[in-house]
T-cell receptor, first 112, second 114 residues
Framework: TAGITQAPTSQILAAGRSMTLRCTQD?????MYWYRQDLGLGLRLIHY???????GKGEVPDGYSVSRANTDDFPLTLASAVPSQTSVYFC???????????FGQGTRLTVV | QKEVEQNSGPLSVPEGAIASLNCTYS??????FFWYRQYSGKSPELIMS????GDKEDGRFTAQLNKASQYVSLLIRDSQPSDSATYLC??????????????FGIGTKLQVIP
């Protein structure tokens, strides 16, 4: 089934450790996004990529980095996790920037 | 003030009734709006897009957009218990720092009572 795959689905991470959340799409979408979703705050954009080879900062980029080496993959890295990064992370993609996005199943991350 | 405002709910409606979900936005440059449905523990799923003033119907769903009032709504006719979910409103505004910004509301939780 075509779509977006995220891994892992959940993770408990010790504070100070690093981690990479993986995201792969097979729809050949140009644009990809990383959101975090927190109760009462909704979905907030962390980083985005309009096309392979380019990335940009969203609303809450601090503590996160991304890369876009090819069209299909858009990993999100936490270099040194802190408890405030406990959240549900969604990767999404869209055919072009700004149009309706399709979401992966999410990664539930708990930093302790 | 959030750029896209929604009442978090819960909104409770009896089965078979019309559920009305509302959303307001502050950026007059917003051009397009999306409604996503999110079941508990799942990812958001796009159900409607609307780009111009007026109504857009798709099955039991009708999206309404009023740009003068900066108001978007989603009507669900003949509500079913399976419609119980959180509904996220999202608006696409102008370019900001290289991307066309899409802002999400916090979502309204809908409960359809059998």
């Amino acid at each position: 089934t075509a779509g977006i795959t995220q891994a892992p689905t959940s993770q408990i991470l010790a504070a100070g450790r690093s981690m990479t959340l993986r995201c792969t799409q097979d729809m050949r979408h140009n644009a990809m996004y990383w959101y975090r979703q927190d109760l009462g705050l909704g979905l907030r954009l962390i980083h985005y990529s309009n096309t392979a080879g380019t990335t940009g900062k969203g609303e809450v980029p601090d503590g996160y980095s991304v890369s876009r080496a090819n069209t299909d993959d858009f990993p999100l890295t936490l270099a040194s996790a802190v408890p405030s990064q406990t959240s549900v992370y969604f990767c999404a993609s869209s055919e072009s920037r700004g149009v309706e996005a399709f979401f992966g199943q999410g990664t539930r991350l708990t930093v302790v | 003030q959030k750029e896209v405002e929604q009442n978090s709910g819960p909104l409770s409606v009896p089965e078979g009734a019309i559920a009305s979900l509302n959303c307001t936005y502050s950026d007059r440059g917003s051009q397009s709006f999306f409604w996503y449905r999110q079941y508990s523990g799942k990812s958001p799923e796009l159900i409607m897009s609307i780009y111009s003033n007026g109504d857009k119907e798709d099955g039991r769903f009708t999206a309404q957009l009023n740009k003068a009032s900066q108001y978007v709504s989603l009507l669900i006719r003949d509500s079913q218990p399976s419609d119980s979910a959180t509904y996220l409103c999202a608006g696409r505004a102008g370019y900001s720092g290289g991307y066309q910004k899409v802002t999400f509301g916090i979502g309204t939780k809908l409960q359809v009572i059998p």
